[in-house]
């Protein structure tokens, strides 16, 4: 080793190595944040023209770049691993929860073929690696909680999204209902009173209406864009606006009384609906009272009984 570097002493000697690497760090980083905000400002020009394939793949993000050809390569194996009742099954469970990406499909099915992987090298580190050295019951459960969150946990995520907007459109079903009946009853037309609830009540049902409207100024009848409406929602109450609506266009009946009749029939739908959730209220406190609340005041109350007749006993 040289003399000169045996005479620095070796915090001064560590201090500047950390700098040296911290400097490199960042004019590395500095000169891609550089590339970023070029890229960005590129993106950002409508009429911008590369011909440079290259660079035209460069302009999209990085994750996008890493993980595309990982998703598509897992998308092609979901394609063809998955029966083709579950892939229209999933196609189907999308359009319900307002999933409209034409990659959702896929990224979901990439998923779930991922986490089916990743299965077994869960059981591997549970049960055989064992980290955390568990034992007994504790190390089956935590093997059969990971096990069920890989392999239920994609569908489960998408089920309860589809429940969401299902319920969020029968919360404010009634509402719309009311705001509908209002317009036609004042001399607007169907759709005009559609655009109206569109632009005055916000939420997952205008963003349906507001869907019906464009196929039906795509050139759609009315009763095949409410039919899609059934379809993309599918709940009771929809199924019952839609058939009403199919009917009043086919007999010639009055919109306007049969939306008041539907708006009469969905407020008294969420009503009960209401007082069944009341009803179903004490059965589901019922759980937690006798497993939470009652052994603190079993502790509470008979604690001091029973130190004393021990104490007594003793």
């Not at 000697?13 to 550089?34: K, N, R, S, T």
């Not at 029968?170 to 632009?199: K, M, N, T, Y």
């Not at 606006?241 to 049969?258: E, L, N, T």
């Not at 539907?262 to 008294?268: G, L």
Request: aromatic residues 6%; proline residues 5%.
């Amino acid at each position: 080793m040289p003399s000169f570097l045996t005479s620095i002493p070796a915090e001064a000697f560590v201090v500047g190595l950390v700098a040296a690497i911290g400097l490199g760090a960042y004019l590395i980083l500095a000169q891609m944040e550089e590339r970023s905000v070029a890229r960005s400002t590129l993106r950002q020009l409508d009429g911008f023209q590369i011909e440079d394939q290259r660079e035209k793949e460069l302009l999209a993000p990085l994750h996008q770049r890493i993980l595309g050809p990982i998703v598509a390569a897992f998308s092609r194996l979901g394609g063809r691993f998955n029966p083709p009742d579950y892939v229209e099954q999933v196609e189907r469970k999308h359009l319900q929860a307002g999933i409209m990406s034409s990659t959702a499909v896929e990224r979901f099915l990439a998923t779930r073929i991922l986490l089916l992987v990743m299965t077994p090298v869960w059981l591997i580190v549970v049960f055989i690696v064992n980290p955390l050295n568990m034992s007994g019951m504790l190390q089956l459960l935590l093997g059969v909680v990971g096990v069920a969150g890989l392999v239920i946990g994609p569908n489960s995520r998408l089920n309860s999204k589809v429940e969401a907007r299902q319920r969020s459109v029968q919360r404010s079903l009634p509402d719309v209902l009311d705001l509908l009946v209002i317009s036609v009853e004042a001399g607007l037309g169907f759709e005009q009173a559609l655009d109206r609830v569109i632009h005055n009540v916000p939420g997952q049902l205008s963003e349906e209406f507001a869907r019906v409207l464009g196929e039906t100024s795509a050139g759609s009848t009315r009763a095949d864009a409410l039919r899609g409406l059934q379809d993309r929602v599918d709940i009771a109450e929809i199924r019952s606006f839609v058939m009403a609506m199919i009917q009043a266009d086919k007999f010639g009946v009055s919109i306007g009384r049969v939306l008041r009749s539907q708006a009469d029939e969905m407020r008294i739908k969420r009503r009960q609906l209401a007082q069944e959730k009341a009803q179903k209220a004490p059965v589901k406190m019922l759980l937690p009272m006798v497993f939470c609340i009652f052994p603190a005041l079993f502790v509470v109350i008979l604690g001091p009984a029973m130190i004393s007749i021990v104490e007594t006993l003793g």
